[in-house]
């Protein structure tokens, strides 16, 4: 394991001056586990996000020059960087999200997973196309699809994975040579803002920046040439008709509540043990974690005892680690806290957890769930699993379809036909067949 060499990682929390001077507004960033102060951030100004866009903009132009080879050299010194800070980057992001070493552990290796998958098929992925056929007989005209990336992309990353799903998406828009402007989360922007800093320490292209703030969310869309977004359907309408009114492109990945549906033939055990790791795992604040299960009546209580007898065990992984994970802001305790509240006034039976233990939430199964909840009909980004009671395959797979569906559907049944339908019918959502999702693949070793 190797060390932090950036001086960031040795400054100590700073507070918000109390001079009394008018200066730019702060972030305060507060650590979940304890509440302490870890840093403040400047907030950027409309202003300095459109001078950071068209600074980007012209540095574009020479980073595309560098071609695929140049450029893939220095995703290279980036990798390198990454590990040579890894025990600073690792702490910062426990620091900032409440992640255990674990957790934050695995998001720093899906970060190098991503790096290394986008390094080794560059060439290949922005490689010519060969003319086309022609579109109809006797056509003297031949299609051939060329690739000019963006000059400008923007990334409006989540809080709860802010290193990982950020850099999934910066990543392949730097290799295709386009400049990248990020915006983490106001909750969590210091580690990427240390990524982008160790960026620009290693002499590279300037071609790769960080804002922060709540206004550079809208000042970016209203700069970049594409946009991509990670968060809550709610705001991604928002950013979906702002990117429309500039005619730009923009991708969402959204959240929701991805649904598990077992039917009466799966194996139970193995199931539940399934079900508890895909909604529960980091507290449940994983955007593609499963936040609602149907269960066929047949196998009902047998599935929900057996998911009650892992979600009372759920607990760290490594053997330091103790108690439960801690969620990354105590106002979303306090909303998952809710929801377990209505589920209950509305009749669900509370079979496991259910209470607030300090800065973390107890790993929670609501039996007796039905579409009337909220914690059936808003995103939880929890560790609160309602199951729900059906009466077959049928109205399982209706249910789960019903809005607001999920980017991930798991089907668990014996009869493979059953589960190849299901994909069909899901799409376009990841479904996973006696598996939580492609989501949950263990990145491999770096």
């Known amino acids: 394991m190797r060390?932090?060499?950036?001086?960031?990682?040795?400054?100590?929390?700073?507070?918000v001056p109390s001079s009394g001077k008018v200066g730019p507004p702060m972030l305060i960033v507060i650590a979940p586990a304890d509440g302490r102060v870890v840093d403040t951030v400047p907030a950027d100004t409309p202003d300095q996000v459109r001078d950071a866009v068209e600074r980007l903009r012209d540095n574009s132009v020479l980073w595309r020059s560098l071609g695929v080879v140049g450029r893939?050299?220095?995703l290279n010194m980036l990798r390198n960087w990454l590990l040579d800070n890894h025990d600073g980057l690792v702490l910062l992001l426990g620091l900032e999200t409440g992640k255990s070493e674990t957790e934050a552990e695995t998001e720093f290796a899906l970060t190098i997973d991503a790096l290394d998958h986008y390094r080794a098929n560059a060439a290949d992925f922005l490689g010519g196309k060969l003319p086309q056929a022609p579109m109809r007989p006797g056509a003297i005209m031949q299609l051939t699809i060329a690739q000019q990336a963006s000059a400008v992309v923007g990334v409006i990353g989540p809080w709860t994975y802010p290193l990982a799903l950020t850099m999934i998406d910066a990543l392949p828009a730097l290799?295709?040579?386009?400049?990248?402007i990020v915006k983490p989360s106001s909750q969590t922007p210091l580690t990427l803002r240390a990524v982008t800093a160790?960026?620009?320490?290693?002499?590279?292209?300037?071609?790769f920046e960080s804002v922060a703030g709540h206004d550079a969310g809208p000042a970016i869309l209203d700069r970049v040439d594409y946009i991509r977004f990670t968060g809550s359907m709610e705001t991604g309408?928002?950013?979906a008709l702002r990117a429309a009114a500039r005619l730009i492109p923009c991708c969402l990945?959204?959240?929701?509540?991805?649904?598990?549906?077992?039917l009466a033939d799966a194996d139970l055990g193995k199931t539940a043990a399934s079900i508890a790791l895909g909604g529960l795992a980091n507290s449940g604040q994983n955007p593609n974690g499963i936040e609602r299960v149907y269960v066929e009546n047949a196998v009902y209580d047998a599935f929900v005892d057996k998911l009650v007898d892992e979600a009372a065990a759920f607990g760290p992984t490594l053997g330091e680690e103790t108690g439960f994970a801690v969620m990354t802001s105590a106002k979303h305790i306090e909303f998952v806290r809710?929801?377990?509240?209505?589920?209950?006034?509305?009749?669900?039976?509370?079979?496991?957890g259910g209470a607030a233990v300090g800065h973390s939430f107890e790993p929670t199964v609501l039996a007796d769930a039905d579409p009337t909840m909220s914690v059936l009909t808003?995103?939880?980004?929890?560790p609160i699993l309602p199951v729900v009671r059906v009466a077959d395959a049928g109205e399982a797979f209706e249910l789960a379809l019903r809005t607001p569906a999920g980017p991930c559907i798991s089907v668990w049944t014996a009869d493979a036909a059953v589960g190849a339908r299901a994909i069909g019918r899901f799409a376009p959502a990841r479904v996973g067949v006696n598996d939580v999702s492609i989501h949950l693949a263990h990145p491999a070793p770096y």
């Open 253 to 262: 990945d959204l959240g929701g509540k991805s649904a598990a549906v077992v």
């Open 72 to 74: 893939v050299h220095w």
């Open 338 to 352: 809710d929801q377990v509240r209505d589920a209950l006034l509305k009749g669900a039976t509370l079979r496991c």
């Open 3 to 15: 060390t932090a060499q950036n001086a960031y990682f040795a400054e100590s929390p700073r507070q």
């Open 237 to 239: 309408k928002v950013v």
């Open 175 to 180: 290799v295709a040579g386009a400049a990248v």
């Open 198 to 207: 160790g960026w620009a320490s290693l002499g590279a292209p300037a071609v």
């Open 378 to 382: 808003q995103q939880t980004l929890g």
